[in-house]
């Protein structure tokens, strides 16, 4: 018996010992901030796919898909980052439309990890009515910039949840002065 229990632990240790050599995990981010407006008044601020001019860092959008607003799930945008030098973007496709829900849901296709330090990133983001409030919430799931093991600092999963928390944040807080914070 007492060997049977060690082959187990012995058996179990080296599994949980390559679980761990097979790379990062996905990292999953929720960020939520209920403001003193109605859920459609937000929806109409920040619910189009091909404009995110109420984020302090986008300078501009630019949509490059098949999209439509008969089709919007085939919208592709380029958010135009503001710098001091170069024109850093981010390359986004539509993956879900439900403006019943005022819901979305995008996913990355293209960003340099020294834009962004994350791969393989999707997201949603909604307004729900929470009492007359708006409820934004903005959830996403990523890998961190270096998909192997031991990663640079500037890669790794806290620089990919520190950036992603800093995006999230940054339109969070713009809406906050907008609208107003609820209580």
């Not at 439509?68 to 986004?92: F, M, W, Y």
């Not at 919430?137 to 192997?148: D, L």
């Not at 640079?152 to 806290?158: M, T, V």
Request: some cysteine.
């Amino acid at each position: 018996m007492t060997r049977v229990l060690a082959l187990t632990l012995a058996a179990t240790m080296a599994l949980a010992g390559t679980a761990q050599a097979h790379g990062p995990v996905r990292l999953k981010l929720t960020l939520e901030q209920k403001l003193d407006a109605t859920p459609d008044e937000v929806w109409a601020a920040i619910g189009k796919f091909d404009d995110m001019s109420w984020h302090p860092a986008i300078a501009r959008t630019e949509i490059t898909g098949d999209g439509s607003t008969d089709q919007p799930e085939k919208s592709e945008r380029v958010l135009h980052l503001k710098a001091e030098s170069g024109d850093p973007t981010i390359t986004e496709v539509l993956s879900k439309w439900q403006p019943e829900k005022r819901c979305y849901a995008y996913r990355i296709e293209k960003v340099e990890v020294s834009v962004l330090p994350v791969t393989n990133y999707a997201s949603t983001l909604c307004v729900k009515d929470e009492g007359g409030k708006a409820l934004v919430s903005w959830k996403g799931g990523f890998y961190r910039g270096y998909p192997n093991n031991e990663p640079p600092p500037e890669l790794n999963d806290e620089a990919a949840i520190q950036a992603v928390t800093g995006v999230y944040q940054v339109g969070l807080d713009a809406l906050a002065e907008r609208f107003g914070k609820a209580e």
